[in-house]
Structure formats: structure tokens, C-alpha cells
T-cell receptor, first 119, second 112 residues
Framework: KAGVTQTPRYLIKTRGQQVTLSCSPISGHRSVSWYQQTPGQGLQFLFEYFSETQRNKGNFPGRFSGRQFSNSRSEMNVSTLELGDSALYLC???FGGGRTSGRRSNEQFFGPGTRLTVL | KQEVTQIPAALSVPEGENLVLNCSFT??????LQWFRQDPGKGLTSLLL?????REQTSGRLNASLDKSSGRSTLYIAASQPGDSATYLCAARGGSQGNLIFGKGTKLSVKP
């Protein structure tokens, strides 16, 4: 069974540009969550999509946005990049939780991440 | 607001030693707690998931416990090996559809 995949693995951008990151979840998973990891702040939750709808959102500015497609693949977009956006961006997939989905249905499985460097 | 803390931030042990990693959380109303391992520059690997109704989970040489009343979880690694060297992260979930709140991790180094 294939794991979570993220593309691209590495990106170098300059301030002011915008970037789109992609995440393909494990087959059958309907929830995709995005996290930002930096040495100073650690892992911080960005947002979660479930069945093409944003279900949860972290405390990030509106420059960070996302979407999910009908096949559960998700994209994350960051506009007007700042130096502080340099980070490892991780996505995680799960079945999505809920009463009918089983006790382990919200166990999250992570992809390898996209390393974004903003110059 | 849930906060998750992991102490120590770094730990170095000789090969073969049994060790305990600590995780504490401020809000005991968690849905579950998940332990992960992260190798340098890589994503996270799920190790163990403990539901709020459970006291512990075991997988091979790993055992994780959960004490909601005291806001603590521990990850016990038996007979440590150099391949166990990595950063270990714990994360608490507040509801069945809530997001994970992560600690900053414990960087473990197992010396041969």
C-alpha cells in the first residue's frame, strides 16, 4: 500500500512569489492535514480538509490556503512569500474520524515533506 | 488552549539501555495521543496511538502509557539500538475530528 506522497520535495523561491505544494493521501483516506515545521516553532497545524471541505484551520494568515479535490488529493498555496515561510511543510492523511469510522480512523500518516526555502 | 511539552529536549544513551521519554499536556480532555519518530530531514513515522480510554499500547520494543488525570504520557524503549536514534514527537488530539497539537520533541542519540 503506497504511503503519503508530496511534490515537489524541494523548492527555492524568492520573497513575494507564490508557491503551490501537492499531497496525495493513502488510498481510501479522505482527510488531509497540513503542518508547518520550523526549528523555532516546531510543528504547527495549518488546516485540514475532509471530503473537499476545510474542517479545521490553524492560526496562520490568509496567505496560506488550501483545497482538496474529489480524489482526496490536496494542494496548499502560499502567496506573497516571506523569509519566515521557509520551513518543512508536511501533509498527513487519515480516514478522517467520526463515529462510524472506527477507533483508529483518525490515526495520521505523514508524507516526506516539501522543503521550502525563501530567499 | 492545549500545550504539549516534551522533556528532555535531547538525550544520549549507550546501546542496550532501557529509556523513557516524557510527554505532558495541559488539557486532560484529549481524544487520543500519538507518538511519532522523525529522522533528520524526513517526515514523521507513526509509532503508537493511544485512545483516551486506554492506559497503554505496545509495539515490539516500544511501550507507550497514558495518564489523562496527570496529563502525562511516556514512551518506553527497551534495549535501545543505534537505529533508534531520531527525534521522538508526541501529539495530542482534542476531539475525534480535531487536529494534532505537537510537542517539540526529544532528540535521542544511542551510542554504539
Amino acid at each position: 500500500k503506497a504511503g503519503v506522497t508530496q511534490t515537489p520535495r524541494y523548492l527555492i523561491k524568492t520573497r513575494g512569489q507564490q508557491v503551490t505544494l501537492s499531497c496525495s493521501p493513502i488510498s481510501g483516506h479522505r482527510s488531509v492535514s497540513w503542518y508547518q515545521q520550523t526549528p523555532g516553532q516546531g510543528l504547527q497545524f495549518l488546516f485540514e480538509y475532509f471530503s473537499e471541505t476545510q474542517r479545521n484551520k490553524g492560526n496562520f494568515p490568509g496567505r496560506f490556503s488550501g483545497r482538496q479535490f474529489s480524489n482526496s488529493r490536496s494542494e496548499m498555496n502560499v502567496s506573497t512569500l516571506e523569509l519566515g515561510d521557509s520551513a518543512l511543510y508536511l501533509c498527513a492523511s487519515s480516514f478522517g474520524g467520526g463515529r462510524t469510522s472506527g477507533r483508529r480512523s483518525n490515526e495520521q500518516f505523514f508524507g516526506p515533506g516539501t522543503r521550502l526555502t525563501v530567499l | 488552549k492545549q500545550e504539549v511539552t516534551q522533556i528532555p529536549a535531547a538525550l544520549s544513551v549507550p546501546e542496550g539501555e532501557n529509556l523513557v521519554l516524557n510527554c505532558s499536556f495541559t488539557d486532560s480532555a484529549i481524544y487520543n495521543l500519538q507518538w511519532f519518530r522523525q529522522d533528520p530531514g524526513k517526515g514523521l513515522t507513526s509509532l503508537l496511538l493511544i485512545q483516551s480510554s486506554q492506559r497503554e499500547q505496545t509495539s515490539g520494543r516500544l511501550n507507550a502509557s497514558l495518564d489523562k488525570s496527570s496529563g502525562r504520557s511516556t514512551l518506553y524503549i527497551a534495549a535501545s539500538q543505534p537505529g533508534d536514534s531520531a527525534t521522538y514527537l508526541c501529539a495530542a488530539r482534542g476531539g475525534s475530528q480535531g487536529n494534532l497539537i505537537f510537542g517539540k520533541g526529544t532528540k535521542l542519540s544511542v551510542k554504539p
